[in-house]
């Protein structure tokens, strides 16, 4: 059996005893694959259109007028997988890392269903109002449970940032974000049709 990254014959082995030099080749090689693609600007050749990110949330605490001076980029794509590679591609360019999101409504109008987000990991001192953040949070009050949530920072208190979604009528304010559950600074969105 020939492997694909080296010419030279091996032993036949399980699919699941993969060398570590194998998957450091394997790596290397979708790393190459996403360099490759972002040169060649996949975000222009996979249907995509980038746009500012504006909020229109129409509940307080965050006013319809807000002007976001670090908005994240925000790109729509005919499909599902256009975002998938759009979205890593722009993650290889910039040092981040992409995630998909939950589909809940609680980003409306920015975040319609689910999306490719991209994040940066920034200082947690660096966090600015209406930046949108990805972190582990309880959704409400009465949960114990803590979930991987994107939400902006709507106001900086002394034991945190007061975290809410866009289209949620209240704040988290049971529970300041802090650096131990900060995961990262939302940098792009990448958004797909839900039926794609």
């Avoid at 091996?10 to 699919?15: F, H, M």
């Avoid at 208190?157 to 300041?176: F, K, L, Q, V």
Wanted: net charge positive.
């Amino acid at each position: 059996m020939y492997s694909l990254f080296h010419h030279t014959p091996r032993a036949k082995i399980s699919p699941l005893a993969v060398s570590h030099q194998t998957a450091q080749a394997w790596f290397k090689g979708v790393s190459l694959l996403v360099q490759i693609l972002a040169a060649f600007g996949s975000l222009l050749h996979c249907g995509c259109e980038s746009v500012p990110v504006r909020s229109q949330a129409i509940y307080n605490p965050i006013p319809p007028s807000v002007s976001y001076a670090f908005a994240p980029t925000k790109v729509y794509c005919r499909r599902k997988i256009d975002a998938l590679i759009a979205s890593y591609c722009y993650a290889a360019q910039h040092k981040c890392a992409p995630m998909i999101t939950s589909g809940s409504p609680s980003m409306e109008p920015v975040i319609h269903g689910q999306a490719y987000v991209v994040l940066k990991k920034a200082p947690f001192e660096a966090i600015k109002q209406w930046d949108l953040i990805v972190y582990r949070g309880r959704p409400d009050e009465s949960k114990p449970d803590q979930l991987c949530m994107l939400h902006r920072a709507v106001a900086r208190r002394a034991s945190g940032w007061i975290m809410c979604g866009d289209n949620n009528t209240w704040a988290e304010a049971w529970e300041p974000l802090t650096p131990d559950r900060y995961i990262g600074t939302v940098v792009g969105i990448f958004a797909f049709p839900k039926d794609s």
